[in-house]
């Protein structure tokens, strides 16, 4: 596997990687949240690019990169959900889940990848949308992904939305 990805993860891609001051397993993992967000490449780019937002600006975010599938993540196999991802995050679980994996309670990236993520992703993650948003709401209930630049702005959902 490490010799696929080294086989494509061309000289370019380490180069752009090294733009932002990232290696190679630092993509990996912002791609790897980046996936388990969106399989949509414009609306992954923009997640990227939001997350990338929020570790720049994090007197703003509270420190928090506040992935929600990082903590589905550190929560493991939910036998009453039959399901490795938690489908409904509450405020205890986010807040409450004690792992170096949940980027509500712990500052940067988490130690490591939480998925395997495909090329669309990878390229999300070293080439993000450039824009001001530090929040979004991923797949709302009209099935859309609404981005902002603010908390009033998210908590109201007047974003922009990408599909």
């Not at 912002?30 to 690019?49: F, L």
Request: proline residues 7%; hydrophobic residues 35%.
């Amino acid at each position: 596997m490490l010799a696929n990805f080294a086989k494509h993860f061309t000289p370019a891609m380490h180069a752009a990687a090294a733009k932002r001051h990232l290696s190679a397993f630092q993509i990996v993992t912002m791609a790897s949240i980046v996936q388990r967000e969106s399989s949509v490449p414009i609306v992954e780019r923009y997640i990227a690019g939001t997350y990338y937002n929020r570790l720049a600006n994090s007197d703003i975010v509270s420190n928090e990169l506040g992935a929600d599938p990082t903590v589905q993540y550190a929560l493991g196999y939910r036998a009453d959900e039959k399901t490795w991802w938690e489908k409904h995050l509450t405020t205890d679980l986010t807040g409450g889940t004690n792992s170096p994996y949940n980027t509500y309670l712990h500052p940067g990236l988490p130690p490591g990848p939480i998925s395997e993520p495909g090329a669309s992703s990878i390229n999300a993650a070293l080439y993000p949308a450039p824009s001001t948003y530090l929040f979004f709401e991923a797949y709302g209930k009209d099935n859309k992904t609404h981005f902002c630049a603010t908390l009033d702005c998210q908590t109201n959902r007047a974003g922009v939305t990408v599909n």
